[in-house]
């Protein structure tokens, strides 16, 4: 089957969409284009796999640059990620006579609700408005795929047919020795929200405590000017010898480095988005065998269980006693780093929702 995968906003190279999705299609011997909107990262080449950008433009022209291309490859299925595509995807679908899957990635409700700085009313309208031009644009999908149980829920409760597809690791893809430097990494997107900050403020006290350890941060930022703001804290903190705060860096550079650390951090403060949002971040910590230090959100709770130390969110001073703590004590950490492994293993990985995905492909929607 033709398959083309379309997406306003993120990269080819995008865990996802990629190094999942298409990976799997291309395994079960479908042909992929990938379509992307604005990106400067290519994704890997690989036989039977295509990938077409377009210089970032709105939206709507995305649209109509989508149904040009899919006149000329003519697709068997089309998936978007972004309801703002799903009018275009709706006109293709009538044109070809082909399926269309939405893949829901992202908490769109929650998402506007953490990161929008509208007045509480203001943004409450705005998201309101949202959720109801997102559901009169679901009639162009066929199938949606849900990346969480809340997505899974709400979607099926607007009576579309929904499949758990969630994001859990090809965890073979991430191999690692249980030797670890006294090295702790955050990586994903930067913000303040997401406990960034904390997490350089607390590692002033792991520093005073335990002098050989190190930080890395790596990400992308969500507001201009976020990597520059740590970066002085951290120069002010007098410690860029033992923290480094870099712009996001390419999959494996991330995978090699999880291999190297011992912990693996989930800062977040408590926000909408981050009480139901299940971090990828976390499954990659665990497959990469780090031990994990997280916010006590009750996402975070339900999935991590008893393989992680938990702490109250944006509190430095606890932050810092829980990651000390496991890097004074190998056997401790060691056992929590087995625990989160043993969940990937047998419960988080990628094939074990796989064939939820495939079947989408092999069956009419």
């Not at 998201?127 to 969480?148: I, M, P, Y």
């Not at 976020?226 to 951290?234: F, G, I, K, N, P």
């Not at 190297?260 to 403060?269: E, S």
């Not at 665990?286 to 994990?292: G, Q």
Request: net charge neutral; aromatic share 8%; proline share 6%.
């Amino acid at each position: 089957m033709r398959v083309m995968i379309a997406t306003a906003g993120h990269s080819p190279d995008d865990d996802d969409l990629f190094h999942r999705m298409t990976r799997s299609l291309l395994d079960a011997g479908h042909r992929v284009l990938m379509v992307t909107r604005g990106q400067t990262a290519t994704a890997p080449e690989l036989d039977g796999f295509q990938h077409v950008n377009f210089p970032d433009q709105p939206v709507t022209d995305f649209g109509r640059a989508l149904e040009q291309l899919a006149r000329e490859w003519q697709p068997e299925a089309l998936q978007v990620r972004e309801f703002e595509l799903l009018a275009a995807a709706g006109r293709i679908r009538k044109a070809h006579g082909i399926p269309v899957i939405y893949n829901v990635g992202d908490h769109h409700r929650e998402m506007y609700a953490t990161f929008s700085s509208k007045p509480p009313v203001i943004k409450q309208l705005i998201n309101w408005g949202l959720v109801r031009f997102e559901r009169t644009l679901l009639k162009h999908a066929d199938v949606v795929t849900a990346a969480s149980t809340t997505i899974e829920e709400r979607y099926r409760s607007w009576g579309c047919k929904t499949v758990p597809v969630f994001n859990y690791p090809r965890h073979r893809d991430m191999e690692t020795d249980t030797d670890k430097e006294p090295l702790v990494i955050y990586h994903g997107q930067l913000s303040i929200e997401r406990g960034v900050g904390t997490l350089v403020n607390a590692f002033v006290e792991v520093i005073r405590r335990r002098p050989e350890a190190r930080l890395e941060i790596y990400g992308s930022e969500r507001v201009p000017g976020t990597l520059s703001q740590l970066r002085e804290a951290v120069r002010q903190s007098g410690l860029e010898g033992s923290i480094t705060v870099s712009p996001a860096i390419a999959r494996q550079q991330v995978l090699a480095r999880l291999g190297k650390a011992a912990i693996g951090v989930i800062p977040f403060h408590n926000k909408p988005l981050f009480r139901v949002a299940p971090p990828n971040k976390l499954y990659e910590y665990y497959a990469c065998w780090c031990a994990v230090v997280c916010s006590d959100l009750p996402v975070l709770r339900v999935i991590a269980r008893d393989a992680a130390r938990f702490v109250p969110p944006g509190d430095a001073p606890a932050l810092a006693d829980a990651i000390s703590s496991l890097l004074s004590d190998d056997q401790d950490r060691l056992q929590l780093a087995r625990r989160g492994r043993e969940l990937v293993e047998n419960e988080y990985r990628w094939d074990l929702v796989e064939d939820n995905y495939l079947n989408i492909f092999r069956e009419p929607a």
